[in-house]
């Protein structure tokens, strides 16, 4: 039966009053103590409702359930803090219509309903009997209730009030038991309370299972711990503390300091298991000993962000390099994209030069500029795949790779590794080192590189690998596919002085105990050094001399003498008589002689070619070493000319009549390329007219038989070549133009150059007229 009554309201913070329940309340809040004080006034009944927040101090008429209790006071003590304790009795439910106070005090009118107290329906006898089995069965799984409650229990026949004792009793949310309260139909309150009985055994047993099994996992623990207790005293009572046992647990508190992935954790410990195992005189105990430690020596860790000041690398870089702008320039790229970017995946850079430019020195700047640790593999003369990849732990004496060894000599997972002389590389029936390369090597799959020996996939993603070569078309195609070439060409004479100032002569004073004060190398001395004792495309055998003049200079001040000047006039004292002539161009102009430019391994240089016509049967000669491109060049040369003899004043039939020989100095040195095929055929036409070569000039191009002359490469190498030989003029393919501006300036302003496209142009260029020089060598018949 329902029944209006208006009440003072008591909000409740994470509590909730049935009917029927007798419990204490500490109330604090000032409106709730003026709702217990109106009660006390009045009947002594309240309304106790709970709040939907407990956190809320000053609830508001939003925040406080719309169904709540009719509780009794039946007792009330003011505690020394201030705090009223209260003791309640809930009475019956009710639904609040409306509020009449909320200012000092929350007053409202609220319905009340009472309980029917009839005879049960056999659905609600039915239900009565299942949440009574659900909460039996929760009993046994809790502990936060005891037998003896629900014995209580069993004695309530009254359908609603069981259902609100056992509600109590439950350790459910306040949302949940709200449900359970407004659920005024008692059949439906028993549905609500079957549901959350149900999960809540669900949760019980799920939580004892947990238990169980951590239970099972601590015991395991347990007993493994005081097993390895019992072995360790057993050891020690027979003198055996650093057996096996001893060293497994040093290994086990090694890798607990060590930060790496979860597998490889699981594997080192799968390793460490198996390790205990092996009896201590077996040689496979040796095998996985070894690793272990090579799986614990490798740097697993993410490496910390590093703060990139591009100010300072540029700064590095200068301080150890002169010259190598777009080097420079590549590498400040690659930071200042890796400061915006935060993560990039390492490029690869391959430095290519001629010996002596700078190429190691380089990657060694490079990570003194990134702040990361330098790392060089050498792969001159490798021609086993397994220097890469490691052997397989099955092989006596197997060990990780290149890769892996320099890994572990780093010590994190981000340094700059060299892997140098990679033009270098062999292969023979122990497999090609230059593909096992092409993993290591490619940014898309180096990140899971794969070594034999460890077996497990290591991340080299963050790896700037830079490689160095003297020639990059020994480098094989996929391999230089997967890299970004950078090419280091030779030093002017300029640069070659500035780096002897600004580098050599310091580090040689040094390294030989000399101060600036003890020993003077003019300027002119150094120009010397590097004219007459040198020819190189690089420094090193400028080094090489600054060094001998050093010891001997340390000789003369150890022998008494305070101060060394070397000057250009006692060099030769220093150095022995000169070594090179400096300007090898011609001093005359001479017959069947032309200057060619050639492209070495040690940068460019001049080639003179030399041709004599003798009487004879037509014979062409080939001498010189020359390679079958180069000969092949000779033999367009010489069929060009025999179609233009007409025009050339040759008589046409002097192939039948006379032999040729086309010869290059310097015999014992290989030589090859079509770049010969203008300067060979402008020596012949020279040697059958008879008409000089001009002496500073020097020319590069290949022939077609048709006369037209087409590009050629290593243009700055081979200016520089002729710009260090004396060389005045320089004749060029057409076609070659665009490459002048990788020729440094102060060589262009020193040289001058031609551009041809035709034998024609080269003649007109080369050879001086016959009228001043005299009769032609062949008379025409």
Partial sequence: MAQSVTLPLLPLRGLLVFPTMVLHLDVGREKSVHALERAMVGNRKILLASQMESHVDDPQTGDIYGVGTVAEIKQMLKLPNGTIRVLVEGL??????????????FSVEAETVDEDSGEPTPEIEARMRSVLHQFEQYVSLSKKITHETYLAVLDIEEPGRLADVIASHLPLKIKDKQTILEAFDVEERLEQLLRLLSDEREVLELERKINQRVRRQMEKTQKEYFLREQMKAIQKELGEKEGRLAEVEQLREQLAALEM????????????DRLEKIPQASAEGSVVRTYIDWLMSLPWKEPEPREIDINRASQVLDEDHYGLEKVKERILEYLAVQKLAHRLKGPIL???????VGKTSLAKSIARALGRRFVRVSLGGVRDEAEIRGHRRTYVGALPGRIIQGMKQAGEMDPVFLLDEIDKMSHDFRGDPASALLEVLDPEQNHTFSDHYIEVPYDLSRVLFITTANVAYTI????????????LPGYTEVEKLRIAKGYLVPKQLEAHGLTRDQLSISD????????????????RNLEREIAAVCRKAARMIVDGKKKVSVTKSRLQAFLGPERFRFGTAEETDQVGVATGLAWTEAGGDTLSIEVAVVPGKGKLTLTGQLGDVMKESAQAAFSYIRSRARQLQIPPGFPDEYDVHIHVPEGAIPKDGPSAGITMATA???ALTGRPVAREVAMTGEITLRGRVLPIGGVKEKCLGAHRAGVQKVLLPKDNEKDLQDVPEVVRRQL???????????LAEALRPVAEQGEPVLQPT
């Fill in 684 to 686: 012949l036409v020279s």
């Fill in 92 to 105: 019956s439910r009710a639904r609040i219509l409306r509020y009449l106070e909320t200012e000092e005090v």
């Fill in 350 to 356: 391959c430095f290519v030069g001629p010996p002596g």
């Fill in 476 to 487: 094989p195609q996929p391999l230089l596919d997967r890299m970004e070439v950078i090419h």
């Fill in 261 to 272: 992935p979860g597998e490889i954790r699981e594997r080192i410990e799968k390793e460490i």
């Fill in 752 to 762: 001058s150059f031609v551009y041809v496209s035709h034998m024609d142009d080269v």
């Fill in 524 to 539: 002119e001395t150094l120009l010397k050094i590097i004219r007459s004792y040198t020819r190189e495309a690089g420094v």
